[in-house]
């Protein structure tokens, strides 16, 4: 009976261990429904991002960063917040750049990537290998750009939703949240939304995130151990 009883006690510390140390972050593709997203940042960091970051701390939310080289190297206490409250940094190239980019040698989007990755990595012992495309891989990464990026080991994600607050974002910052309730409409998950560290993205974001918890969606952020693919090309090499 005393042998039952321990086992019982030991059974229910245990428990109730798991439960203090875990952790409120959720990661990418950890589960199967249709209501999971991913709110994703492009450009920054800037002097925006801590505005967002503040955010997404207070709302236990978060996010994945897709950072410009030269921004990382500007803003290094920022890069470091930012994974330090676990939101996870990616890359965003280094010209953001049609002409620099997508036109001359098959290896410039790779080459770009690389040079982003080790700033990273310079700045803060993370070493990142998703990338995003400047204005999205379509039409852009053609077959031989991402062949040469897949040979680096890279992964490239897209979007679903195109918030174009770059766009809104001072003229009429409400039309941010109206493009993400409008574009989920007849999606199903995971769903990827695309932002930019912004003024007006930063004024909104505490009303897009309410939305979608009322509208009983997950927040997540990327995990490179359970990587999904996202891209418009639909490439499994990513």
């Known amino acids: 009976m005393l042998k039952k009883t321990t086992t019982v006690i030991f059974a229910m510390l245990l428990l109730l261990s798991t439960c203090f140390f875990s952790t409120n972050k959720t990661y990418a593709s950890e589960k199967t429904a249709s209501k999971v997203v991913y709110l994703t940042f492009d ?81 803060s012992k993370f070493n990142s290998m998703l990338t995003r495309a400047p204005y999205g891989s379509k039409p852009y990464m053609k077959k031989p750009l991402r062949d040469a990026l897949a040979r680096k080991g890279f992964k490239m994600w897209d979007w679903d939703i195109d918030t174009l607050d770059w766009k809104y974002n001072r003229t009429n910052p409400k039309t941010i949240t109206s493009r993400v309730k409008s574009g989920l409409k007849g999606k199903k998950g995971p769903i990827v939304i695309l932002f930019h560290d912004s003024k007006g993205t930063a004024q909104q974001l505490p009303i897009i995130i309410d939305y979608l918890r009322k509208k009983g969606y997950t927040l997540e952020v990327y995990n490179p151990q359970k990587h999904i693919v996202k891209n418009f090309w639909n490439d499994k090499r990513f």
């Not at 620099?100 to 290896?107: F, I, Q, V």
């Open 43 to 123: 450009d920054g960091p800037n002097q925006y991002t801590p505005k967002i970051l503040d955010i997404l701390k207070k709302k236990q939310a978060h996010a994945t960063f897709f950072m410009i080289e030269g921004n990382i190297k500007r803003n290094p206490k920022t890069v470091k917040r930012m994974i330090k409250e676990g939101n996870y940094p990616a890359l965003h190239s280094v010209s953001h750049s049609v002409k620099k980019l997508y036109r001359g040698s098959s290896k410039n989007v790779a080459v770009e990537m690389e040079k982003t990755r080790q700033t990273l990595l310079r700045v």
